[in-house]
């Protein structure tokens, strides 16, 4: 592929203003030239796909999430939230991918390059749209699984549901299940969320979530 190539798949994208490519397919290392701050993409053997624009209650839940999960986080000093922007490497699958919310701890901090994640991130949350029923609840969960995020939450704001998963010893995820009204992390000790929290509108306050975490 020519930086020619390259430059007219570039404007193609910003034309279909969120829709798929069809038909393209491009090594990691074109996609990686291809691809700039104008586009959100993903890349999965071979394939690219550029996200659709998110609608407002996604971007409004995502950045809630991002608050709630970062202070926590900050709070106990366990690592470091990315909201949406971050893309993950996961070359066992070979894709590329966008969650709309992952958490790498401190421990494993080298993952984190300039421009991507080389390596699963430890938890990731993802908000169900309706083009990617298939890709999050399917595609991603397998990706996922294969590549070791070792918990994987999706939220369906449709269907108002909450589904976590975490790794098991065999390598495999494993539902938890909803104990109180609280689906709890086994990954960040201490932290759940209420899924009703999630589904209403307006949103509960960040400060009387934490408050009840245990962060204020």
Excluded: C
Aim: charged share 30%.
């Amino acid at each position: 592929m020519t930086l020619t190539d390259i430059e007219q798949l570039q404007q193609q994208a910003v034309k279909l203003d969120g829709r798929p490519l069809p038909g393209v397919r491009m090594t990691e290392d074109e996609f990686d030239a291809w691809l700039d701050e104008d586009i959100r993409a993903e890349w999965v053997d071979g394939e690219v796909v550029v996200m659709s624009p998110a609608n407002i209650p996604h971007l409004d839940l995502n950045l809630w999430l991002g608050r709630v999960v970062g202070d926590f986080i900050e709070h106990h000093d366990l690592g470091r939230v990315f909201v949406m922007e971050g893309q993950i490497r996961l070359a066992p699958a070979r894709s590329r991918r966008n969650p709309d919310l992952l958490f790498v701890s401190k421990s494993r901090a080298a993952i984190i390059r300039e421009t991507y994640f080389d390596g699963p991130p430890d938890l990731v949350m993802e908000i169900v749209s309706p083009d990617s029923q298939n890709r999050d609840r399917r595609d991603k969960y397998l990706e996922y699984q294969t590549s070791g995020v070792r918990e994987y939450w999706v939220i369906d704001l449709d269907l108002k549901r909450v589904e976590v998963y975490r790794l098991d010893r065999t390598k495999k995820y494993r539902r938890i299940d909803e104990s109180d009204g609280r689906l709890a992390s086994t990954v960040l000790k201490g932290f759940y969320l209420r899924p009703k929290w999630l589904f209403q509108s307006p949103l509960p306050k960040v400060a009387i979530v934490l408050k009840e975490l245990g962060v204020r």
